[in-house]
């Protein structure tokens, strides 16, 4: 006898994401009838060392970037190898999907086309068991309380998100003084809106990057963090106390030759240079976050950063590729002392997973993160709850795609048993409390 969870039909599509560019959605059925849809989200700063993204490459359809074969993988070899299999047990089914793939980082299959398929799993399992995505994330990552994440949140946008109109990439808020998600949420959306105001005081462009974020194009860094800060008072809230800052440098996008190209400042450093302008940034400004201060394989500059910046969230994002192999060295190399979680840099939910526990097995913060080409799917909002991640980066709040995450978080919320994790979750916060 089929058992009910037993999967009977996988069904993948070619939709579009957040920049219009194609991207795989996959459908999952099973025996009694409950269904799990997800859709692969896309980088633009993409680390060199992700799980790859399988694109068809021809320059006839969608500039080169359909995923009709991925989107044919999972009609045909996936769902021949999934055919029957309890999606209850998403180890098994995740581990079936890497070795059927047999290469490193998922370049047979493509990972848009396994990430979709397995978390569309997942959510065909919490649909069988009849609970909520979150509490079902939670019983497979095995975690006791599941908490309302701190968002991060992008105010101001450069790098490769913004036609490289600023060197770095993201200047975001943080509403560490928020008592609870809604809260944290509203002072966040204050800090937008002033910032636009600002702005447009200014005559500056108003106009939105790709996570709906601002992009005035400053030359200098120091430019963007002052408006951020006139930002936060205009919004009547406290640099620092209220809201303080983050920021994602996204360093491999600047590094050339073993240099960092400083377009903006018409400068180019070498790694401790770096270094020592970021240290000096943070001593200035209260950033409490520093993501990718170096290249993703500047190993030796990443250690110097990390000691550079006591009380400061040091956070690896192309740098560890959410892979608990790339995590396991910087652990042993004392570097950083925060993993970014992107679910297609790895490639399966299970590995995700397992990422964020090395992660914190060592001590080590972790923030479930969105792409720049994102979807309607809100599947990292139910992650970021499900595993206790304690924070979560969407990009700002606008647009529908980056919505549908901090809306979903918005439902979670009226669960009372789901703490807000508050500043718990951020690296750096007991060092910075006793300096
Ligand atoms: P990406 O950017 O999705 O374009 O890689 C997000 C980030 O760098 O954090
Ligand atoms: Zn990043």
Known sequence: MTSPSCITRIHARQILDSRGRPTVEVDIELADGSTGRACAPSG????????????????????????????????????????????????????????????????????????????????????????????????????????????????????AHAGRSMDLQDFLAVPVGAQSYSEALDMVGRVRSAAATVMAEA????????????????????????????????????????????????????FADGLYELKGEKRRLDGGDLVALLADIVGRYPVISVEDPLDQDDWDHWRQATLAMPGVQVLGDDLFVT???RIASGIERGVANAVLIKVNQNGTLTGTLEAMAAARAAGYATVVSARSGETEDPFIADLAVGTGAGQIKIGSVRNSDRLAKYNQLLRIEEDPGIAFAGTSGIAGQTVRAAA
């Open 44 to 159: 633009a700063s993409t680390g060199r060392h992700e799980a790859w993204e399988l694109r068809d490459g021809d320059q006839a359809r969608f500039e080169g970037r359909s995923v009709f074969q991925a989107i044919d993988n999972v009609r045909t070899e996936i769902a021949r190898a999934l055919s029957g299999a309890d999606a209850m047990a998403q180890k098994r089914i995740d581990h079936r999907l890497i070795d059927l793939d047999g290469t490193d980082g998922l370049r047979r299959l493509g990972a848009n086309a396994v990430v979709a398929t397995s978390l569309a799993v997942c959510r065909s399992a919490a649909s069988h068991a009849r609970i909520p995505l979150y509490r079902h994330i939670a019983a497979l990552a095995g975690t006791a309380c599941p908490t309302m994440p701190m968002p991060m949140v992008n105010i101001l946008s450069g790098g």
């Open 203 to 254: 005559g500056q462009s108003v106009l939105l990057a790709d996570e709906g974020g601002l992009s005035p194009g400053f030359d200098r860094a120091e430019t963007a963090l002052d408006l951020m800060m006139a930002a936060i008072s205009r919004a009547e809230l406290r640099p620092g106390s209220d809201i303080a800052i983050a920021l994602d440098v996204a360093a491999s996008e600047l």
């Open 323 to 325: 892979n608990p192999k």
